[in-house]
């Protein structure tokens, strides 16, 4: 066994600590679960998107080899832990099998989010509720976005807390960034103002800019909005 990989028991919160800092509400509360939620968490979009604050190993691939003796015998470090981390939760820990099949499950955990990260036609959903937040005068404004599959098209609608829901028009998806318009009808106006919408998708939260038309000059405004997590 490696020397300071020695297996030890350690708590889900050990476990996705060490995975992902800001990752809550990790399944396995009884000892044997704790793998999965080693497994789960690591394997997750959350995960693999968060190249900065996750798993240094799979962050740095293969540039360690190349890096000075320090960052190396660091990186050391971090896979031993892994490593013994994992072997902890077998029944046999401490024996020569936990270990090779702690070995193993390491590899293809690194290994899987290497490859994940490394794809570039990662499919993007669009499909839920966003409760999208943005600033206009001065004054911060909240709307819900609604989108659905259509077929094989999507579909949505917009809605205000001073205004029901409008469909959205000419609503496209393509290379993660939704475009569409919806009409926004402000309380006392007769006529409707035509707001477009360019919004980026990562995840359960999205980012963009609305643009429209103001006393003949067109002005934007920074969106962002979350995914609330029914719809996932």
């Not at 497994?39 to 604050?53: I, K, N, P, Q, W």
């Not at 490593?83 to 099949?101: T, Y």
């Not at 193993?104 to 409760?131: C, E, F, Q, Y």
């Not at 007769?190 to 477009?196: F, L, M, T, Y």
Request: a neutral charge; aromatic letters at 6%; glycine letters at 10%.
């Amino acid at each position: 066994m490696l020397p300071d990989a020695r297996p030890m028991r350690h708590s889900v919160g050990t476990i996705t600590t060490f995975v992902m800092p800001h990752m809550q509400n990790v399944r396995g509360d009884l000892f044997g679960g704790e793998l999965m939620a080693l497994v789960d968490a690591y394997l997750s979009d959350e995960h693999v998107a968060a190249r900065e604050e996750g798993c240094s190993i799979a962050a740095a691939g293969s540039e360690v080899p190349r890096q000075h003796a320090d960052v190396r015998r660091a990186s050391r470090r971090r896979i031993k832990y892994l490593i013994g981390l994992i072997e902890g939760q077998f029944p046999e820990w401490g024996e020569s099998a936990a270990h090779d099949k702690a070995m193993a499950i390491a590899a293809t955990l690194v290994g899987s989010v290497i490859l994940a990260r490394a794809v570039d036609d990662k499919a993007v959903d669009p499909v839920g509720t966003w409760k999208c937040e943005y600033e206009i005068g001065g004054q911060q404004r909240t709307s819900t976005l609604k989108i659905k599959k259509d077929g094989d098209n999507l579909a949505g609608t917009m809605s205000w807390p001073d205004q029901d829901e409008t469909k959205l028009k000419d609503l496209k998806l393509k290379d993660g960034t939704l475009t569409f318009s919806a009409e926004r009808k402000l309380p006392g106006m007769d006529d409707g103002i035509h707001v477009e919408y360019k919004l980026t998708v990562d995840g359960d939260k999205l980012k963009g800019k609305g643009s429209a038309e103001f006393g003949g000059q067109k002005q934007s405004f920074d969106i962002n909005g979350k995914r609330e997590k029914k719809d996932k």
